[in-house]
């Protein structure tokens, strides 16, 4: 098994309130370098919550974020995409009146090597050709899968070390589904390391080395893919049983 | 980008002939309009900035250009107006009279400060509570400019501006606002603030700073207003604090809104057929007499018509009547096509 100290990303104790709520009660988990860790659980179990807190949207109200070595829970959401953690959010959330092209600009905007940019902006068209087509097109007239893709390309643009997912499948048809967890795989064996949040349990476990299963806001259940598709107990995190 | 080059030429040559030429050939009346709607596109430019382009609806703009116009007349009255006008000026301001020119600057640089000083706290806020924060902005100027009366007289009317706002100023702001307002709106800088409008957590995400960019949005906003009311305090020469309140605010975002609020162009547009219509329908209301047909005087009627004309764009045209687009004369106005051709990255 991996040794959490020598993770390339941790999150040890977090806790994190929206009033009296709390929404997470002290989560810790770990991503080593080139791993995709998948966050399975039901609705309100916690898993956007934790990526939120990862790239700085929300605060933590106790615990701690470690990224290379390096606390980041009292970093700014800018900084944290500089350091290399890219977050492509729930619902995708687009700058709907803007072009392909600008969105894609705007994912690099913390970027200054423009040749690197162009680069990238290659590579994206290589992995997702839709989006050569609709360059000009505004983000917000594209399908659900497209857009998910233009997200996705989009937190790839700040070439991140780390790929917070959230809900890739979320209202995209289930061919388009296929095709993006087939774009996620090959992201993976270019190296890419990935925390992933996804409601299909079964395609992130085919895509994951590893998973934590959380529920009401505390991990409940975590291992290899391999085990947790065989475990019962998964599917009774997500049908609230005990 | 030479498309580009040509449509401005052609803007200064026109906006060049009418302020030279046109003194010879139009009557004071059209000279008046003229002025009223350049000036009143520099402040609906200023006010796009924030509004329209980064998403932060502020009703607190005309603030800003109360303060610039202030700050400006206090600045250019003479010395022996200052005696007998302002006689508890703080000997600080009493000593010295500026001309028009750095008037106006130290009025847009102040007022630049002034949106430092209130956008740091409140930029931080979205949708509704910002424009009513900002609203407030504007009564603490409104209520402060009644009450500092040894800097402006209080509700009484402050006086003996210099009228120095010719046409030729006018337009010259006029294109110094669209020059650096286009270069900022059409930048990287100019996408990010569009982003921020938007969707603030994506923006976030991607690793903007969106306070910093709503911040500089607001203060450069604020620059040209108070540039604006400087001209505008040396067009009246003569104003008082209620000239800068609630009737401007919603005369200037009628404007905004009903010109496209994500368009250079529409704010222009806006002001133009807003400003054209009302004179019009206010000369029709005078009553007129075509052949044998006498209409008879309908004073309001201009008001009504004008609301009417308002409720019908905004059920037609909701976006305004540019929306998001620019007008450009027939040539491509889109960078990023060009640049992705040239292979370049802004």
Known sequence: ?242 | MTARVIVAGLALAVMGGIAFGAPSIMSDYFMRIILIIALNSIFVLSLSLSNGFTGVFSLGHVGFIGAGAYISGILSLTVQQKQSLLPHLPDLLNWFSLPFLPATLVAGLFTALLAVIVGYPLMRLSGYFVSVATMGFLIIVNVVLINASNFTRGARTFTGVPLDTTLPWVFGWLAVTVFVLWRLVYSPFGRRMKAVRDDTVAASAVGIDVLKTRLLAFVIGAFFAGVGGSLYAHYLGSFSPVTFYFAMTMNLIAMLVLGGMGSLSGAIIGVICVSILSELLRSVERGFTIGDITVPALYGASQIVLGFIFILIMIFRPKGIMGEREFTLGFSGSSAKSNLKQGKVK
């Open chain 1, 1 to 242: 098994m991996s040794d959490p100290s020598k993770a390339l990303f941790s999150v040890q104790n977090l806790e994190v309130r929206f009033g009296a709520v709390r929404a997470l009660k002290g989560i810790s988990l770990h991503v080593n370098k080139g791993e995709v860790v998948a966050l399975l659980g039901a609705n309100g179990a916690g898993k956007s919550t934790t990526l939120r807190s990862i790239s700085g949207l929300s605060r933590p109200s106790s615990g701690d974020i470690f990224f290379a070595g390096q606390s980041i829970s009292r970093v700014s959401s800018s900084q944290i995409v500089r350091l290399g953690i890219a977050h492509s959010p729930e619902g995708r959330r687009l700058f709907g009146s803007l072009t392909v092209a600008e969105n894609l600009r705007l994912g690099s905007c913390t970027r200054t090597d423009k040749a690197g940019i162009i680069a990238d902006t290659e590579r994206m068209f290589a992995l997702f050709p839709i989006l050569r087509e609709r360059h000009f097109q505004l983000a917000g007239t594209l399908s659900g899968g497209e857009q998910q893709q233009l997200a996705l390309a989009r937190a790839l643009m700040a070439a991140p070390k780390l790929l917070l997912l959230d809900e890739p499948s979320l209202g995209v048809a289930p061919l388009l589904i296929k095709y993006i967890f087939a774009a996620l795989t090959e992201l993976k064996r270019q190296g890419m390391t990935m925390l992933l949040v996804e409601q299909n349990i079964k395609l992130a476990l085919q895509l994951a080395d590893r998973a934590y299963v959380l529920r009401t806001g505390a991990v409940a259940l975590s291992g290899s893919s391999e085990e947790l598709l065989s475990d019962d107990r998964v599917a009774q995190a997500y049908l609230g049983a005990a």
